[in-house]
């Protein structure tokens, strides 16, 4: 089958925007176009590769075409770089779009500079998702990222592993918050009383600083919040206690807005940046995202 690559871009545009709408745009087509587009390559394929909805994704017939197509930019990309009268006039505003996974305390922290400085090296566009760095990895292995940052240190099929040290995080949280829950101190019933803060339901940080301090697992009760710098604001607005990055606690304990609980107690989680061998050369070697 010769491949319609008119039709290929349609569909990696849906996917990429979420509508059709913004994908027509992007492509400087009306949506009628890209709607009979998809329609004839669903046709070809005898398969739907768009599930219609707010926001369009892609099944995995068209994740899997998202795929080709990203490989496709890149690599067009490179050889235009090379072979520069090769390229069409259309083409100048074609820009490339890179998927990368993070979890949300490196983008809170130290990642969003380290892509930054990516970004502005190059043209390409970044698109940035979210996950626990237990889970990043899976990512890569549907394909739906390029790179990810990642727990995993072993290196997922297909890409490079550079290590990029380690978070280290403190449990904190504000002085009436432990006055209340902890007036004779820091005692494991206490703990089973006093709320902490969990970002998700993939988030075990909180049950392995516990594990490590108490010797077993422990049960607590919890609000969720599913923001790096709404765990921060909610540690001083005294909602419970929280496992705080130390670059982003360390100011509010420095001014005795916060307190942290077992001193001493950090808890670090090692990681790991893997990007797939197809990457762009400037990608693997941009300084802050091959090392921290």
């Known amino acids: ?25 992007s492509l400087n087509v009306t949506p009628s176009a890209v709607s009979q587009r998809i329609k004839h390559l669903e046709e070809r394929f005898g398969a739907v590769l768009i599930e219609r909805g707010t926001p369009c994704t892609a099944t995995d017939k068209g994740l899997a075409l998202c795929r080709h197509m990203d490989r496709v930019g890149m690599l ?13 006039p259309e ?10 996974a993070t979890n949300a305390d490196s983008l809170g922290t130290w990642f969003l500079e380290a892509i930054a400085s990516f970004t502005k090296a190059s043209d390409y566009l970044v698109n940035v998702a979210i996950d626990d760095e237990d889970h990043t990895a899976d990512w890569l292995r549907r394909g739906q990222v390029l790179a990810a940052v990642t727990s995993l ?5 297909g890409c490079r592993v550079t290590p990029l040290g380690s978070l280290r995080y403190q449990a904190t949280a504000s002085p009436d918050f432990v006055a209340r829950y902890f007036p004779d101190g820091f005692t494991e019933e206490a ?10 339901q993939k988030d075990r940080l909180q049950n392995a600083w516990a594990r490590e301090v108490f010797g077993h697992d422990m049960s607590f009760p919890t609000h969720w919040l599913p923001s790096t710098q709404s ?9 419970g206690w929280a496992l705080n990055p130390v670059q982003l606690a360390r100011p509010h ?11 001493g107690k950090l ?4 990681l790991f940046w893997q990007i797939n061998r197809l990457a762009p050369t400037s990608f693997m070697s941009c300084p802050g995202l091959s090392s921290r």
């Not at 703990?191 to 803060?197: D, E, I, M, T």
């Open 191 to 200: 703990f089973q009383r006093a709320p902490a803060l969990t970002f998700n």
């Open 153 to 157: 240190e072993r290196p997922v099929q």
């Open 1 to 25: 089958m010769a491949m319609d690559y008119a039709a290929l871009r349609a569909v990696a545009a849906v996917v990429r925007t979420g509508s059709f709408e913004r994908a027509a745009a």
């Open 91 to 100: 083409d100048a505003g074609q820009r490339v779009t890179l998927n990368v």
């Open 253 to 263: 304990l420095e001014r005795g807005e916060l307190v942290e609980l077992f001193p």
């Open 76 to 88: 067009e990309k490179d050889l235009m770089a090379q072979l520069p009268e090769l390229s069409e």
């Open 267 to 270: 808890l670090e989680r090692h």
């Open 231 to 239: 765990f921060l604001e909610g540690s001083l607005a005294g909602m």
